[in-house]
């Protein structure tokens, strides 16, 4: 089905991404480190929990770039950070007074690898030291393939390192030189054989679409040079411009940027060449191939959002370590000072880092249930939820008679209780899961479009 422009005008509208729920335009004050020390000390005993890192350095600022990162060009303040990273990794653990089980590390930026061997290797044996990190533990870590040399990819190794995700986003030269990313095709060809001759098996590749200058055809030939890698995941995430957050954004002209329609185009091809590659869609913006665990996890109905993106991490807790990373514990979410000196500060002085958060009420748990299952398995059961979170069956009527436009321009469907993206919905879910969201429009946060 090709959409029209009016569909689009009433449906591409500004919405989160829903990596959590409620959504971090939500975070505030009032849940601080005291929260985070309680939450932390009344860590079940044996639960195994997963680590993100956030280290927050490149080596060069692509102009699209969304994240928490900044340029170092000298290496001294990136290992002060790793310095730090350390006190408050044995801070953290020190709260939780035992070494707690942990099943995966996340290690995300900004550009981990811009870490020098030596400090990753350093930064992987405190974390050992202060957690039981358990012997297949799945250990990922975000790599630029500009940047990743022999000696980084072999440091990843030997420090257990099993999963690496690759930046691509486009491999077209005249959107590389747009965004400031100069990355010719045998770099990357180059990194994947350098992880997998390293014995890093498992490699999952970003792209984008909605690019400056970016054509559909630009966006199936990346995909068709990318699938000849053999990636096991791939992401391809629509370029998200607000320019009034992320001012270097600026530097790329608005009138080079693909419309609505072209974006929505550009993401089909993405979908519909990488199915012609074997890749199988997961959720809003990930692929996998059918053998992969996301894509057996998406079968299971197992599959679950995270800060990360889509993931089949079981674990209910995830403790952040870094400037502006967020934890997620039974009782909410909390969220690392994002100023880079406030986070040193604190840690240096012995203080967790922890600046906002949200503690989570019970209707803001059965809304989060029904976003999440709307967002990994494009439906929901609304009656079997609310009761299991204690609510009455029809406690969402106002928001099921609110999707009846959506049901009409075959977006979603409902029957009985149970609401379903249609595939034609796919890339307007973020959409059908805002109808849930209970702070949608009470003034915090501005988001990016949906397509
Ligand atoms: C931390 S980076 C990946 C690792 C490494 N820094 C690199 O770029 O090679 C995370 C990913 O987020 C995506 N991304 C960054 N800025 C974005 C934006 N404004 N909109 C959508 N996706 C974005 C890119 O696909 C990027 O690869
Ligand atoms: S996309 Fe990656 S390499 Fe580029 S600026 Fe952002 S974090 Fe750094």
Same mark, same amino acid.
């Given at each position: 089905?090709?959409?029209?422009?009016?569909?689009?005008?009433?449906?591409?509208?500004?919405?989160?991404?829903?990596?959590?729920?409620?959504?971090?335009? +939500? !975070?505030?004050?009032?849940?601080?480190?005291?929260?985070? $020390?309680?939450?932390?000390? /009344?860590?079940?005993?044996?639960?195994?929990?997963?680590?993100?890192? %956030?280290?927050?350095?490149?080596?060069?600022?692509?102009?699209?770039?969304?994240? %928490?990162?900044?340029?170092?060009?000298?290496?001294?303040?990136?290992?002060?950070?790793?310095?730090?990273? =350390?006190?408050?990794?044995?801070?953290? /653990?020190?709260?939780? @007074?035992?070494?707690?089980?942990? @099943?995966?590390? #996340?290690?995300?930026?900004?550009?981990?690898?811009?870490?020098?061997?030596?400090? !990753?290797?350093?930064?992987?044996?405190?974390?050992?030291?202060?957690?039981?990190?358990?012997? %297949?533990?799945?250990?990922?870590?975000?790599?630029?393939?500009?940047?990743?040399?022999?000696?980084?990819? $072999?440091?990843?190794?030997?420090?257990?390192?099993?999963?690496?995700?690759?930046?691509?986003?486009?491999?077209?030269?005249?959107?590389? =030189?747009?965004?400031?990313?100069?990355?010719?095709?045998?770099?990357?060809?180059?990194?994947?054989?350098?992880?997998?001759?390293?014995?890093?098996?498992?490699?999952?590749?970003?792209?984008?679409?909605?690019?400056?200058?970016?054509?559909?055809?630009?966006?199936?030939?990346?995909?068709?040079?990318?699938?000849?890698? +053999?990636?096991?995941?791939? /992401?391809?995430?629509? &370029?998200?411009?607000?320019?009034?957050?992320?001012? #270097?954004?600026?530097?790329?002209?608005?009138?080079?940027?693909?419309?609505?329609?072209?974006?929505?185009?550009?993401?089909?091809?993405?979908? *519909?060449?990488?199915?012609?590659?074997?890749?199988?869609?997961?959720?809003?913006?990930? !692929?996998?191939?059918?053998?992969?665990?996301? /894509?057996?996890?998406?079968?299971?109905?197992?599959? =679950?959002?995270?800060?990360?993106?889509?993931?089949?991490?079981?674990?209910?807790?995830?403790?952040?370590?870094?400037?502006?990373?967020?934890?997620?514990?039974?009782?909410? &979410?909390?969220?690392?000072?994002?100023?880079?000196?406030? &986070?040193?500060?604190?840690?240096?002085?012995?203080?967790?880092?922890?600046?906002?958060?949200?503690?989570?009420?019970?209707?803001?748990?059965?809304?989060?249930a029904i976003i999440e299952r709307l967002?990994?398995d494009m439906q929901a059961d609304l009656?079997q939820l609310?009761?299991? +979170?204690?609510?009455? *069956?029809?406690?969402?009527?106002?928001?099921?008679?609110?999707?009846?436009?959506?049901?009409?321009?075959?977006?979603?469907?409902?029957?009985?209780s149970v609401v379903r993206i249609? *595939?034609?919905?796919? !890339?307007?879910? $973020?959409?059908?899961a805002?109808?849930f969201?209970?702070?949608?429009?009470?003034?915090?946060?501005?988001?990016?479009?949906?397509?």
């Amino acid at each position: 089905m090709d959409v029209s422009p009016s569909l689009l005008e009433r449906y591409d509208r500004p919405v989160p991404r829903y990596t959590s729920y409620p959504t971090a335009p +939500h !975070f505030h004050a009032g849940v601080d480190a005291a929260h985070y $020390r309680r939450w932390l000390a /009344a860590l079940p005993e044996s639960e195994t929990v997963s680590l993100y890192l %956030h280290v927050p350095f490149c080596a060069e600022m692509c102009w699209y770039c969304g994240c %928490h990162t900044k340029v170092a060009v000298r290496y001294a303040p990136i290992a002060d950070y790793a310095a730090t990273l =350390k006190r408050e990794i044995a801070l953290v /653990a020190g709260i939780i @007074g035992r070494r707690a089980p942990v @099943g995966r590390i #996340h290690w995300g930026g900004g550009t981990p690898t811009q870490l020098a061997p030596d400090d !990753f290797l350093d930064l992987m044996t405190v974390l050992r030291a202060h957690f039981d990190v358990r012997p %297949h533990a799945e250990i990922a870590v975000e790599a630029d393939p500009r940047t990743l040399d022999d000696a980084r990819i $072999r440091a990843l190794a030997e420090a257990g390192v099993n999963r690496a995700s690759l930046g691509v986003q486009d491999l077209n030269d005249r959107v590389q =030189k747009a965004i400031n990313r100069i990355q010719p095709f045998p770099r990357v060809a180059a990194a994947v054989e350098g992880l997998r001759g390293a014995g890093i098996g498992a490699v999952n590749m970003d792209l984008m679409y909605g690019l400056p200058y970016q054509t559909e055809a630009d966006v199936r030939r990346t995909v068709d040079l990318v699938a000849s890698l +053999h990636p096991d995941r791939l /992401a391809v995430f629509g &370029y998200a411009h607000v320019p009034w957050m992320k001012t #270097h954004q600026k530097m790329i002209r608005e009138d080079a940027l693909p419309g609505g329609l072209v974006r929505l185009r550009q993401a089909r091809a993405a979908a *519909e060449a990488l199915a012609a590659h074997g890749y199988r869609p997961i959720g809003l913006d990930h !692929f996998a191939r059918p053998d992969d665990s996301l /894509a057996r996890a998406f079968d299971d109905g197992r599959l =679950k959002r995270n800060f990360q993106g889509y993931t089949d991490d079981g674990a209910a807790i995830l403790i952040g370590f870094g400037t502006s990373a967020i934890g997620q514990f039974p009782q909410g &979410y909390v969220q690392n000072a994002v100023p880079f000196h406030a &986070y040193d500060e604190a840690i240096a002085a012995g203080r967790l880092a922890v600046r906002r958060g949200v503690a989570l009420a019970p209707e803001d748990r059965l809304r989060r249930a029904i976003i999440e299952r709307l967002m990994c398995d494009m439906q929901a059961d609304l009656a079997q939820l609310a009761r299991a +979170h204690g609510f009455p *069956e029809d406690a969402f009527a106002a928001e099921t008679a609110a999707l009846a436009p959506m049901v009409a321009d075959g977006l979603a469907e409902i029957a009985g209780s149970v609401v379903r993206i249609t *595939e034609a919905g796919r !890339f307007f879910m $973020r959409t059908v899961a805002a109808v849930f969201d209970g702070y949608l429009g009470t003034g915090r946060g501005r988001h990016s479009r949906a397509v």
